[in-house]
């Protein structure tokens, strides 16, 4: 007599740990989204944050599991058992698909905590690591430390994008498919990863000892010679000084990517290969920095070529506009060979 | 018999409360906890209280919610150390900010040929996207802050530069020159030296304390980017 009551009383408080349990997942109420906001984050990793979310989950999971096997000794004909069977039906819908999400926010999570040690950096490191960066070393005899760390390349790539877009802005750039912020981002992080990729390949063909992160590091620390010259030569627009630091500093740090990469190859053939690629795209990664989105100095340039042109030189051509992303290049190498021509027919 | 006469018991109370369908059976006594039935009103009552918000009317609900924004306005423009931002984060106030200010970025013109200025979705990706690295960079460095509360205070510390560029367009109604880039460049400056000042109040406390410069440099990049974006923006 009191059995059917027990185990309608038992659907009832099967369903009561189940939805209590779920309720205590979800903050600010009736949502099946896991908020990460409120997983106690004040240790330093995470990781024992969710196991025990995970272990909460298993519990509740094995709660439910109880619970459905007991109502399904109960009442399982009639009305009453269909509907009860419903609402629990949707319950265990809704159940999946906060654990689905709760995976993949721990999935997420643990991506994030793949990249901490990289960021695991003092001030004081990175301003040496900065300094650094622009001296070459003398000691090629044995491989040189480099530090695998991806803050600083970070930042100074990130810096690079807003120098980038200081110069475009400066100078009128038109962009005819893209966006300013499209382009210079994609310049910059395109420069930095693919070239990254293509001298780890190289680096892997060579026998040299490098780790994909380190080539990273030591190309994104080699932009800081990059941010000096751009930072100065956007705002000082003198044709001559970009020459003289193009040479000076670009010539620096990648004097010093240079000395770092030979210190780890051995072979004259593989040192010559994988040292003459990274300072050729180093180097003429700059000069398209520079010449692409920079246009005042084509200003400059038309008023040093004038009407004293004498009739009988060589011309020089025309270079196709191959480069992408702007129809400056183009007409910015033409005007550049021009006025070399004609300094050089003048002296 | 007693389930025979439970079962017409069953069909006849109504079907949502098998708990009842016992009750005719059951002779009361002490041992009978009766809690269990003085739970279900309390039940409903919290689904009153659920029922509370969902029923009043859409006029109550906005200006709740607009008066929490505004009130964090008020925390940004004055910055204190507070925890108003951080402890009741949202992301209205950023929302409203963004769109407001990529409304106003937008060049009017439509013809290719000017087509330098940011478009609406530029401006919003920029500012979305680098709030969320800024808010990833700031937790791998060991910070203390949840995600979404930095994305709040990094867009609700917005709200000067928004400032900015609605002096700037007014300023920009008058006759172009050097003192109008002048004043435009000083009112910039200004709204983001205090953009860097109230984002760093709060975010502050949030990292170890001899790495706060290395999670502040990014959020100087990041108001950089948007201000240079208004000082640049010249109508057509």
Known sequence: ?347 | MAEAAESPGDRETASPRPLFAGLSDISISQDIPIEGEITIPMRSRSREFDSSTLNESVQNTIMRDLKAVGKKFMHVLYPRKSNTLLRDWDLWGPLILCVTLALMLQRGSVDGDKDGGPQFAEVFVIVWFGAVTITLNSKLLGGNISFFQSLCVLGYCILPLTVAMLICRLVLLAEPGPVNFMVRLFVVVVMFAWSIAASTAFLADSQPPNRKALAVYPVFLFYFVISWMILTFTPQ
């Open chain 1, 1 to 347: 007599m009191a059995t059917p009551a027990a185990p309608a009383g038992g659907a009832r408080s099967g369903a009561g740990p189940e939805w209590g349990g779920f309720e205590e997942n979800i903050q600010g109420g009736g949502s099946a989204v896991i908020d990460m906001e409120n997983m106690d984050d004040t240790s330093g990793s995470s990781f024992e944050d969710m196991g025990e979310l995970h272990q909460r989950l298993r519990e509740e999971e094995v709660d439910a599991e109880a619970a459905a096997a007991d109502d399904e000794d109960g009442e399982f004909l009639g009305m009453k058992g269909f509907k009860g069977q419903l609402s629990r039906q949707v319950a265990d819908q809704m159940w999946q698909a906060g654990k689905r999400q709760a995976s993949r926010a721990f999935s997420l999570y643990a991506n994030i905590d793949i990249l901490r040690p990289y960021f695991d950096v003092e001030p004081a490191q990175v301003r040496s690591r900065l300094l650094e960066s622009m001296i070459p070393i003398k000691m090629v005899n044995f491989p040189q430390k480099i530090a695998g760390e991806l803050y600083g390349p970070l930042m100074l790539v990130f810096t690079l994008v807003a120098i980038l877009l200081h110069g475009m802005k400066t100078s009128d750039t038109i962009i005819r498919e893209g966006t300013l912020m499209g382009t210079a981002i994609g310049t910059c992080f395109g420069y930095w990863l693919g070239v990254s990729s293509f001298i780890y390949f190289l680096a892997y063909l060579c026998n040299a000892q490098i780790t994909m992160l380190q080539m990273l590091a030591l190309l994104g620390y080699g932009l800081f010679g990059h941010c000096i010259v751009l930072f100065i030569t956007y705002n000082i627009h003198l044709h001559a000084l970009f020459y003289l630091f193009w040479l000076l500093l670009g010539g620096l740090s990648t004097l010093r990517m240079v000395a770092v990469l030979v210190s780890r190859t051995v072979g004259p053939t593989q040192r010559l290969l994988l040292c003459g690629t990274l300072a050729a795209l180093h180097m003429l990664f700059l000069l398209y920095l520079h010449f692409a989105y920079h246009k005042v100095v084509e200003g400059i340039l038309d008023t040093l070529e004038g009407p004293n042109v004498p009739p009988m030189q060589r011309v020089p051509r025309d270079i196709p506009g191959v480069l992408p992303a702007a129809r400056l290049p183009a007409t910015m190498l033409n005007a550049t060979a021009k006025a070399l021509a004609v300094s050089l027919q003048s002296h």
